[in-house]
């Protein structure tokens, strides 16, 4: 299993570009989640998706769109770039909402906006 | 809104001495809080989980409810220990993670 992935690891992006990130994972999970991570400030919430056909905003879903067509995708869009959004993103999914379970991560996509 | 916080950006210890990553939370009610890694050109991991209290890689945490505190300890450090360190918590009712801002850790021979 390759359990989460990201497509691409890297891009470099234009003010005003747009762009799709896209995350997979093949464990049949049924909640996904998009982070950022920046220096000093940890991994923050963008969306999350708590089943197909469903999302739901984050701690900072400004400039960014999800869609969840498909249960084992979960893909994060920037409409029009911003050099604030240049950032690591990354992937997560777990089996279920209950607290306890465990969040897989996949390997994260570095962007930058010039 | 619940929050997570690590005060230390940066910790650094020698090899074979005890270390002690701190974490404080704030939430009215009860939360489950994690440990999760991040060694270096790896994807992030769970480390530990105070529901299981269980001991992984020699480290340790425990639940100060008083204290509001997750602090995770290890005895005796190692250099492959050196990574990114993030304590996370989540509230009872759903499962979205609230992270702290991290602590990196590096372990000299």
């Known amino acids: 299993n390759a359990g989460v992935t990201q497509t691409p690891k890297f891009r470099v992006l234009k003010t005003g570009q747009s762009m799709t990130l896209l995350c997979a994972q093949d464990m049949n999970h049924e909640y996904m989640y998009w982070y950022r991570q920046d220096p000093g400030m940890g991994l923050r919430l963008i969306h999350y998706s708590v089943g197909e056909g469903t999302t739901a905003k984050g701690e900072v879903p400004d400039g960014y769109n999800v869609s969840r067509l498909k249960k084992q995708n979960f893909l994060l869009g920037l409409e029009s770039a911003a050099p604030s959004q240049t950032s690591v993103y990354f992937c997560?999914?777990?089996?279920?909402?209950?607290?306890?379970?465990?969040?897989?991560f996949g390997p994260g996509t570095r962007l930058t906006v010039l | 809104a619940q929050r997570v916080t690590q005060p230390e950006k940066l910790l650094s210890v020698f090899k074979g001495a005890p270390v002690e990553l701190k974490c404080n939370y704030s939430y009215s009610g009860s939360p489950e809080l994690f440990w999760y890694v991040q060694y270096s050109r790896q994807r992030l991991q769970l480390l530990l989980r105070?529901?299981s209290r269980e001991s992984i890689k020699g480290f340790t945490a425990d639940l100060n409810k008083g204290e509001t505190s997750f602090h995770l300890k290890k005895p005796f450090a190692q250099e492959e220990d050196s990574a990114m360190y993030y304590c996370?918590?989540?509230?009872?009712?759903?499962?979205?993670?609230?992270f702290g801002e991290g602590t990196q850790l590096t372990v000299n021979p």
């Open positions: 996370a918590l989540v509230v009872a009712s759903g499962s979205r993670l609230t």
């Open positions: 105070h529901i």
């Open positions: 997560a999914s777990s089996s279920s909402g209950r607290s306890y379970n465990e969040q897989f």
